[in-house]
């Protein structure tokens, strides 16, 4: 167990619509990744929130946005939903911004689904 | 766009067989190199941390070596055992951006 947590588990949404998914830090952890595995791929990276602020960004458009609260919870919306939208989301927590001395900590995923 | 490639994509081993995959990635620039294990319905776990070219690394019966001048790492599991079946990943983290690109992975089963 990472002690990360993510909710809900499984999701179906219909295109055009928004989802919010949620993740738990594990407590002290200053930063959380956002990353969307879609099948036969390795995870990509969505964007990195470090100390409630946006620090870094993937290759995604606007409508994949994020916040991190001060409770180390957070949360990634996606607004007008696209079927490739379905995928897994993981997000990944670390005591400080990823590197030679803090490895991150894994949820185990929200799969969504979109129709 | 950085490259990170994982070979080989799928690996089926007896059980007792020693077994190695590879991590390519960009040689400049680079900052850290994360492994990690992924179980099926399980979260990543994360395996090793690697910053220095010539690293080398265990735990237990699976150990990985880094080559930052060439661009790789390898990962070795010595007397592969079922519950070694899983995903695994490498992850590059680069200076100037302090995210990880993921490679695609190799699934590897261990068959009894």
Redesign the interface.
């Given at each position: 167990e990472?002690g990360?947590t993510q909710s809900p588990t499984h999701l179906i949404k219909t295109r055009g619509q928004q989802v919010t998914l949620r993740c738990s830090s594990q407590s002290g952890h200053n930063t959380v990744?956002w990353?969307q595995q879609a099948l036969?791929?390795?995870?990509?990276?969505i964007f990195?929130y470090y100390r409630e602020e946006e620090?870094?960004r993937?290759?995604f458009p606007p409508r994949f946005s994020g916040l991190q609260f001060p409770n180390y919870s957070s949360e990634l919306n996606v607004n007008a939903l696209e079927l490739d939208d379905s995928a897994l989301y993981?997000c990944?927590s670390s005591l400080g911004?990823?590197?030679?001395?803090y490895?991150?900590?894994?949820?185990?995923?929200t799969r969504l689904t979109v129709t | 766009i950085l490259n990170v490639e994982q070979s080989p994509q799928s690996l089926h081993v007896q059980e007792g067989d020693s077994t190695n995959f590879t991590c390519s990635f960009p040689s400049s620039n680079f900052y850290a190199l994360h492994w990690y294990r992924w179980e099926t319905a399980k979260s990543p776990e994360a395996l090793f941390v690697m910053t220095l070219n010539g690293d080398e690394k265990k735990k237990g019966r699976i150990s990985a070596t880094l080559n930052t001048k060439e661009g790789y790492s390898y990962l070795y599991i010595k007397g592969s055992q079922p519950e070694d079946s899983a995903t695994y990943l490498c992850a590059f983290i680069g200076r100037a951006a302090r995210q990880l690109t993921f490679g695609s992975g190799t699934q590897l089963t261990v068959l009894p």
């Amino acid at each position: 167990e990472t002690g990360v947590t993510q909710s809900p588990t499984h999701l179906i949404k219909t295109r055009g619509q928004q989802v919010t998914l949620r993740c738990s830090s594990q407590s002290g952890h200053n930063t959380v990744s956002w990353y969307q595995q879609a099948l036969g791929q390795g995870p990509q990276f969505i964007f990195q929130y470090y100390r409630e602020e946006e620090n870094g960004r993937g290759n995604f458009p606007p409508r994949f946005s994020g916040l991190q609260f001060p409770n180390y919870s957070s949360e990634l919306n996606v607004n007008a939903l696209e079927l490739d939208d379905s995928a897994l989301y993981l997000c990944a927590s670390s005591l400080g911004l990823p590197g030679p001395d803090y490895e991150q900590y894994f949820g185990p995923g929200t799969r969504l689904t979109v129709t | 766009i950085l490259n990170v490639e994982q070979s080989p994509q799928s690996l089926h081993v007896q059980e007792g067989d020693s077994t190695n995959f590879t991590c390519s990635f960009p040689s400049s620039n680079f900052y850290a190199l994360h492994w990690y294990r992924w179980e099926t319905a399980k979260s990543p776990e994360a395996l090793f941390v690697m910053t220095l070219n010539g690293d080398e690394k265990k735990k237990g019966r699976i150990s990985a070596t880094l080559n930052t001048k060439e661009g790789y790492s390898y990962l070795y599991i010595k007397g592969s055992q079922p519950e070694d079946s899983a995903t695994y990943l490498c992850a590059f983290i680069g200076r100037a951006a302090r995210q990880l690109t993921f490679g695609s992975g190799t699934q590897l089963t261990v068959l009894p």
